[in-house]
């Protein structure tokens, strides 16, 4: 048996993790996330709120705390499912979807994965060439390839740099928000900058949500070793507190930054208000964006490995495949990384709102499907096997279900790249994100009970017998009870 700890680099990918291999405890959780949130890249969604949406910090400010604690409650509620399952967030929506239905999902977060990243190198190599003679094409390079190197050794090293930085950058935050206020001062027009209007101030909601919310699809992928019998509620708070002061308290320094210094980027705008220890914030920022481009490599990598097994089951991916599907995904994320570097922050808004649009009906769907259809049991065995097992190779009420989550939300966009009737008609307010929530979830519990009852009844008029157990594949161990 592959035992976790028996080398520097992880060896397990998208197999299940057997009981007696689980370890940690649920503060782990609160760590990983505060510390992982800590970076540039929540500073520029504060920053947008405040530059592009033209807020007043006032406005500015409520508008964010409102959008993490909405997008906070359903990041958080994917935490238990980790420790239940023992498996990857994506290869858990093969529950819901199907086999080869959940590619269609997987396959837009490998994107979201990739895109993020991609952000994360931009910002660190602006960064890096706003302090030193580097290039910010060379700093892009040197983020990325720092950040696959801590992603090849997985996830324990992941864990790790996370509770470093939840220490250094959560006192270099502290640091900045003194040297702002008390040392250097912010000009005095910050506090009169922007007009408040309604379409900023729900646009700065969406935003905030969606930033809480597009880390939804790997959640699992960071609880996955901990304890089976790790608590729900434990596994929520922990989480929920973690995920929404490590992203709120940066983006309330990104929307004051915003407010400062019109016209500027976020870097620039940082180094101008911490004085002399710019050099200081901006290190242990961009260290900070490396730590969390790791972790968004790893989970693209997961997620990348899944397809692979998906297609052909009998594969049973290790270090070395994803290791090596590691570099892959940092080749792309430095092509789109050093194509989108001249309109980082117009590129960068338009894409979690697009983002926004196909996540909310995934995690309506996963959500739904594990506390009120399923009850957080799941026959973990079916799950790898390529026909899907009970769980089918399509769900149609799943795909149905995630394609009308989608089409509702288009007439009620509105983002620089697109304005829905329904939007434009209301002042360019954006509610897609809410009513793609609230409707998705309905929908899905109406189809999957219609869906059930239908196989009841064939069941029941079906001659054959019942089958016997599918056989264990290779990718669930002895050890392992179904969740």
């Not at 028996?6 to 996330?33: C, D, Y």
């Not at 976020?266 to 050099?279: D, E, M």
């Not at 995690?363 to 097992?389: M, P, W």
Request: aromatic residues 10%.
């Amino acid at each position: 048996m592959k035992q976790v700890r028996s080398s520097a680099i992880e060896a397990r990918t998208i197999e299940h993790i057997p009981l007696n291999e689980r370890h940690g405890k649920p503060r782990q959780m609160f760590v990983f996330w505060f510390g992982s949130s800590m970076t540039l890249g929540t500073m520029a969604a504060g920053f947008t709120s405040t530059s592009l949406y033209g807020l007043p910090w006032w406005a500015a400010l409520p508008a964010l705390l409102i959008g993490v604690l909405i997008g906070g409650i359903v990041l958080s509620l994917h935490a238990a499912q980790g420790p239940q399952t023992g498996i990857p967030q994506m290869l858990q929506t093969r529950a819901q979807f199907g086999s080869y239905g959940s590619l269609l999902v997987i396959i837009i977060v490998i994107f979201s994965f990739v895109g993020f990243t991609a952000t994360n190198m931009v910002l660190g190599g602006q960064a890096i060439a706003s302090i030193t003679p580097i290039s910010t094409p060379v700093g892009i390079i040197g983020i990325g390839v720092t950040a696959t190197v801590a992603a090849a050794f997985g996830y324990t090293m992941i864990h790790r740099l996370a509770g470093v930085m939840s220490v250094a950058a959560g006192t270099t935050l502290l640091l900045a928000f003194i040297w702002m206020f008390g040392v250097v001062r912010l000009p005095s027009d910050t506090w009169v900058t922007g007009e408040f209007s309604f379409t900023g101030f729900l646009g700065t909601i969406s935003l905030g949500t969606l930033w809480m919310i597009s880390c939804a699809p790997f959640v699992s992928d960071y609880t996955r070793y901990l304890p089976k019998d790790t608590g729900v509620r434990v596994a929520f708070w922990a989480t929920y507190a973690g995920s929404g002061l490590g992203a709120f308290l940066p983006m309330v320094l990104g929307a004051f930054l915003g407010s400062a210094v019109a016209g500027a980027d976020v870097v620039a705008g940082l180094a101008s208000l911490t004085g002399n220890i710019s050099i200081l914030v901006i290190v242990v920022f961009s260290i900070a964006l490396v730590t969390q481009s790791a972790g968004l490599i790893y989970c693209a990598t997961l997620s990348t490995l899944t397809v692979g097994q998906t297609l052909f089951s009998r594969w049973a991916p290790g270090a070395t495949s994803r290791i090596v599907i590691s570099v892959l995904t940092l080749a792309v994320s430095i092509v789109m990384a050093l194509a989108g570097e001249a309109e980082f922050l117009t590129n960068f808004t338009n894409f979690i709102l697009i983002l926004l649009c196909v996540l909310i009906p995934w995690t309506a769907i996963n959500l739904i499907d594990y506390y009120v259809i399923r009850h957080g049991e799941y026959d973990l065995v079916a799950i790898f096997e390529r026909d899907g097992g009970q769980y089918g190779r399509i769900n149609g009420p799943a795909v149905i279900s995630y394609f009308i989550g989608i089409a509702v939300q288009i007439p009620l966009l509105a983002t620089p790249m697109y304005t829905g009737p329904v939007a434009e008609a209301i002042g360019g307010v954006d509610l897609s994100w809410l009513v793609g929530l609230l409707l998705t979830s309905p929908v899905y519990v109406v189809l999957m009970r219609r869906y059930s009852r239908q196989n009841v009844t064939a069941a029941t008029d079906a001659s054959a017998g019942v089958s016997g157990p599918a056989p264990a594949s290779n990718h669930f161990s002895k050890s392992t009870t179904h969740g």
